[in-house]
């Protein structure tokens, strides 16, 4: 099972907001760097933030990240029905089984 | 653009070995700051990280499946190439390569993904 852990599902009415957690520990979150990817419905999981807080060009500012601690988590603003999808967040894990983990997914819903 | 595009058969038999190539195009598998690696997604369910390698043959395994998981890299072609063996019904999954850039201790990210490709194990 994941290491990470996020809300299995999320929603909310166009044009509002929501935050999705990411829950992890000092082996993980605590000391690496944060990414989170969607994953539209029947498509290739695609970078959304990488390094915490930073956007790969052609992402909009809707979309932001934050780290405090051994937790992250994936802001978006503006809530558009192009946004549903499934979202992962993603780090390295350096523990005595080092590897790269991604959470367990959450689910948006635009209501 | 960098593109990468996942190859290899849909069907795989119980116990047998998984094979899958990845064709890189639009960049160099001979950067210096990226591992090149597999991740898999059985339906309905989450990512699992498979492993990744760095141009020169350097390796990361995922320890639940490092026994039975082989990823090689060949650089005339651009390609990589991952090889799963003593597969079952749990390796039936959507199976992606991808680029990962990294700081050469940890990857930091995973920024360009295959579309992916279907391997079912069944009989």
């Known amino acids: 099972q994941s290491v990470l852990t996020q809300p299995p599902s999320v929603s909310a009415a166009p044009g509002q907001k929501v935050t999705i957690s990411c829950s992890g520990s000092?082996?993980?979150?605590?000391?690496?760097?944060v990414s989170w990817y969607q994953q539209l419905p029947g498509t290739a999981p695609k970078l959304l933030i990488y390094d915490n807080n930073k956007r790969p060009s052609g992402i909009p500012d809707r979309f932001s990240g934050s780290k405090s601690g051994t937790s992250a988590t994936l802001g978006i603003t503006g809530l558009q029905t192009g946004d549903e999808a499934d979202y992962y967040c993603?780090?390295?894990?350096?523990?005595?089984?080092?590897?790269?983990?991604f959470g367990t997914g959450t689910k948006v819903t635009v209501l | 653009q960098l593109q990468l595009q996942e190859s290899g058969p849909g069907l795989v038999k119980p116990s047998e070995t998984l094979s899958l190539t990845c064709t890189v195009s639009?960049?160099?598998?001979?950067?210096?700051?990226?591992?090149w690696g597999w991740i898999r997604q059985p339906p309905g369910k989450g990512l699992e990280w498979i492993g990744s390698?760095?141009?020169?043959?350097?390796?990361y395994y995922n320890p639940s499946l490092k026994s039975r998981v082989t990823i090689s890299v060949d650089t005339s072609k651009n390609q990589f190439s991952l090889k799963l063996s003593s597969v079952t019904a749990a390796d039936t999954a959507v199976y992606y390569c991808?680029?990962?850039?990294?700081?050469?201790?940890?990857?930091?990210?995973?920024?360009?993904w295959g579309q992916g490709t279907l391997v079912t194990v069944s009989s």
């Open positions: 000092s082996s993980n979150i605590g000391n690496n760097y």
């Open positions: 639009g960049g160099s598998i001979s950067s210096s700051s990226y591992y």
């Open positions: 390698i760095y141009y020169s043959g350097s390796t």
């Open positions: 993603g780090t390295w894990d350096s523990s005595l089984s080092a590897r790269y983990v």
């Open positions: 991808a680029r990962h850039s990294t700081d050469m201790t940890t990857v930091t990210t995973i920024d360009y």
